[in-house]
């Protein structure tokens, strides 16, 4: 059930209980594959209209907030205005609302930690519900065209593709029968705590969304109820950050 405006300005409200997901799911599929391949050709400015057509997509949207709040391992944690979206009526009310996303202004996240090795925590930052929600929307607008020009050989933090995927790729290379005699294990201290975000936006360039990317990195975060700013780094948590599984 599509929220479309009618004649008289009103506007439809999505009736979570009515929406036919197989078709909304193979519609922001399709969208996807067609970003990937414009991509593959080269033609950036069929890019950038099906990014935006993505980004207004109703079965993006729909598709959005049902990973966010029904699937997602986070769907029952809040962010700092502690809203956590339970009932049918509510993920349609947030299904609608998110059409007006180009007023949206980005709430900063809650900060919460998870325990590491050797009895350190990593401190994570958790987005309320509806920055999640657009953030998945974006995702879906950007990925494909990152996922076309990345590297065959990366696998972290990538759709379709997990660790399993990395050992199996190592395994082939270490055979005895192979020319490399060598493994380089690396780790950048602090990675995702320090990164520049002009070098990030500067990474991402003039794309759709960006402006909500640059208020999701600016956005801060709230610990013991206070507030702090981030000038750099990108916090874990969130749909477009490295995934954590927060449960509270």
């Known amino acids: 059930m599509q929220a479309s405006r ?81 009932t049918p009526a509510a993920r349609g009310k947030m299904v ?7 007023l949206w202004k980005a709430k900063p996240a809650r900060r919460v930690y998870i325990p590491k090795a050797k009895n350190k925590r990593r401190p994570l930052g958790i987005p309320v519900v509806t920055d999640r929600c657009l953030q998945a929307m974006v995702k879906n607008a950007l990925e494909p065209t990152w996922e076309a020009q990345f590297e065959g050989s990366s696998y972290g933090f990538r759709p379709g593709r997990s660790c399993h995927d990395a050992i199996g790729k190592i395994y082939l290379l270490a055979c005895p ?26 990474a991402i360039g003039p794309v759709p969304g960006r402006e909500l990317i640059k208020q999701w990195l600016k956005a801060g975060y709230v610990e013991q109820e206070v507030f702090h700013a981030t000038e750099c780094g990108t916090p874990q948590g969130g749909v477009i950050t490295p995934p954590a599984i927060v449960q509270t």
Do not use: C
């Open 6 to 86: 009618l004649a008289n300005g009103a506007e439809k409200q999505t009736d979570w209980n009515a929406i036919n997901w197989r078709k909304a799911n193979r519609t922001v599929r399709n969208l996807r594959q067609r970003i990937f391949r414009a991509t593959q050709e080269g033609n950036q400015k069929k890019v950038r209209s099906l990014q935006k057509l993505m980004l207004k997509s109703y079965s993006n949207r729909l598709v959005s907030v049902r990973r966010v709040v029904q699937i997602n391992a986070g769907k029952k944690t809040p962010g700092v205005d502690k809203l956590v979206i339970k």
């Open 96 to 102: 609608d609302m998110l059409a007006h996303y180009s």
């Open 177 to 202: 029968n192979k020319s490399k005699k060598w493994v380089l294990d690396a780790d950048i201290r602090g990675a995702f705590d320090n990164i520049s975000h002009d070098y990030l936006l500067k």
